[in-house]
């Protein structure tokens, strides 16, 4: 059972454009959402994160936003830069004390800009 | 500051042979992983230390062995190699902060014949 769904394998904007990579969850006992970026034949790398106590988080043209009640995360990259194409995860991490230490991960979508 | 490493960086192996992964980290991290990606799979948990001595399995554990012999390493082992372990394995470590983040390792890609 996929407790991270990112249902968009990919995604195509153009340069200047908004880009919006969402992701759904179906463990409400998430208390951490994570993004993660991964360029080809590299690892992935910390991108933005949020709280399940806030609806959103911003740093620079990246912003992350959170509905619980949905269970259902985005991120927005405005404006998007063809540097910027790769491929997103998103992530979430357990309340429990165990699961704490580990993050499910979704499949990722592969986000291209276009110049 | 090297952050994470990993060796090799590319393998082949045939079916059956046995080789370890090393990870290696510089930051002093408590906690290590080892992920597994696979094409349309995301990455998926194979096993995982919170300390030095201690591991614990992930989501595919079955196949792989891990030693956490000294706090800075994590080495991942396949004793006996099948063409269905062929992927791309990331290493990740963090702290013990609870916002923490993985910080993840280039990759290996391995190819099992």
């Known amino acids: 059972d996929q407790q991270v769904k990112q249902n968009s394998p990919s995604l195509s904007v153009q340069e200047g454009r908004i880009s919006i990579l969402n992701c759904d969850y179906t463990?409400?006992?998430?208390?951490?959402f994570l993004w993660y970026k991964k360029y080809p034949a590299e690892g992935p790398t910390f991108l933005i994160s949020?709280?399940?106590?806030?609806d959103k988080n911003e740093d620079g043209r990246f912003t992350v936003f959170l509905n619980k009640s949905a269970k259902h995360l985005s991120l927005h990259i405005v404006p998007s830069q063809p540097g910027d194409s790769a491929v997103y995860f998103c992530a979430a991490r357990g309340l429990s004390g165990g699961s704490n230490y580990k993050l499910t991960f979704g499949k990722g979508t592969l986000l291209t800009v276009n110049p | 500051n090297a952050g994470v490493t990993q060796t090799p960086k590319f393998r082949v192996l045939k079916t059956g042979q046995s080789m370890t992964l090393l990870c290696a980290q510089d930051m002093n991290h408590e906690y290590m992983y080892w992920y597994r990606q696979d094409p349309g799979m995301g990455l998926r948990l194979i096993h995982y230390s919170v300390g030095e001595g201690t591991t614990a399995k992930g989501e595919v554990p079955d196949g792989y062995n891990v030693s956490r012999l000294k706090k800075q390493n994590f080495l991942l082992g396949l004793e006996s190699a099948a063409p269905s372990q062929t992927s791309v394995y990331f290493c990740?470590?963090?702290?013990?902060?609870?916002?923490?983040?993985?910080?993840f390792g280039p990759g290996t890609r391995l190819t099992v014949l």
């Open positions: 463990n409400s006992m998430f208390d951490y």
């Open positions: 990740a470590s963090r702290t013990t902060t609870r916002t923490d983040t993985q910080y």
């Open positions: 949020i709280s399940s106590i806030k």
